[in-house]
């Protein structure tokens, strides 16, 4: 008998997202054992939606909106009580091809591996570069770009919570997601958790084994700094529109945490320098741009304050954050009146 395979699939208020992951995932080639949704307390129809149209899958229903931290924490430890071997993880907004999960099996079987992701593409069918390798010697991130046609597979350190299969002797080692990240972030770190834990190099992409974003790429401005390219050597950034800006935030934080977790002192200094820089380059494409700029830079500071004491308690609600974009304009012009 084979080991038992169990999806964990987060969702929040994307319902028509969740139904093409789910079909994706019922029809792999190589079916799984039990899918767990966790629902982060959606208003949408979600659970109607398992329920009427899914009933083979387990709904876990939380009552608060925990982020994809804190649905993976949850889902994870469902998964491992259903008596998971392997336990697949995946937002609701990817969908795997047919083949994926048996060629991720064969390739853990092939790399001798306890954690295999598979690559990432974009709708349009384009290569999301985020796997990495960790370079202890120069304080890096060196990002993967691996080639299907060439190669099965490549060793990794890092990776996101977009399709990666990990063993249960993996999950009991370096335990579960940190819940009080929230979101971006939590899978990064639980990359650098496998590094610290099981050594360098863990992980293995499976370059054939593919999952597809189905999101297009979020509102906002990108452009270059030679700040951020001497601070990171990547000059590129990214500033998202007033909808998404919440998630920043909490990746700004996040990355603080990920700096004391890897101990790099060097690169934590640039991250202040770099943080400091985005505040201001995002104040002026805020302001440029006619968006909500001092709700934003309320929240980029709070990020900035968080991240440099090192604590990771949950700092913003979506929903809330919501509620006070869509009340800040009529509360200016009822002001001016």
């Known amino acids: 008998m084979g080991e038992r395979v169990v999806v964990v699939i987060v969702t929040f208020e994307r319902a028509p997202l969740l139904r093409r992951c789910l079909d994706a995932v019922l029809a792999q080639a190589r079916p799984p054992d039990l899918v767990v949704a966790v629902d982060n ?10 329920r009427d149209e899914f009933p083979q899958v387990k709904a876990v229903s939380l009552s608060r909106n925990v982020g994809s931290a804190g649905g993976f924490t949850r ?24 083949s994926c999960l048996g060629e991720m099996l064969e390739v853990a079987a092939a790399a001798a591996k306890r954690v295999v992701v598979p690559r990432r593409l974009t709708p349009d069918g384009r290569d999301c570069a985020n796997e990495a390798v ?41 335990g579960l997601p940190n819940p009080n990240l929230f979101t971006r ?45 001497w601070l990171s050597g990547d000059p590129t950034y990214e500033v998202l529109g007033d909808g998404d800006h919440w998630k ?30 985005y505040v201001v380059v ?11 700029w001092p709700l934003r830079l309320r929240y980029n500071l709070t990020a900035f304050y968080l991240g440099l004491l090192g604590r990771d308690r949950p700092f913003l609600d979506p929903r809330a954050y919501r ?7 009529r509360a200016r012009k009822k002001a001016v009146g």
């Open 134 to 174: 960790l370079v202890e010697s120069t304080q890096r991130f060196d990002v993967v770009i691996a080639d299907p046609e060439r190669e099965r597979y490549r060793l990794i350190d890092l990776f996101t919570f977009e399709g990666p299969l990990i063993h249960r002797s993996v999950i009991e080692v370096v």
């Open 282 to 292: 995002d104040l002026a494409h805020a302001v440029r741009g006619g968006w909500d």
């Open 41 to 50: 307390a959606s208003g949408d129809g979600t659970l109607d939606l398992l």
């Open 248 to 277: 920043v935030a909490y990746e700004l934080r996040n990355r603080h945490l990920m700096w004391r977790a890897l101990g790099w002192r060097r690169r934590r200094l640039r991250l202040l320098v770099a943080h400091l820089g």
């Open 185 to 229: 972030g939590e899978d990064i770190l639980y990359g650098v958790g496998i590094n610290r834990r099981c050594g360098p190099l863990s992980c293995a992409l499976a370059t054939r084994a593919t999952v597809r974003r189905q999101l297009p790429v979020a509102e906002g401005v990108k452009g270059t700094s030679r700040l951020k390219g």
């Open 75 to 98: 889902g994870m430890t469902a998964a491992l009580a259903e008596g998971a071997d392997w336990v697949w993880l995946m937002d609701d907004d990817v969908a795997p091809d047919a």
């Open 323 to 329: 509620a006070r974009l869509a009340a800040a304009p």
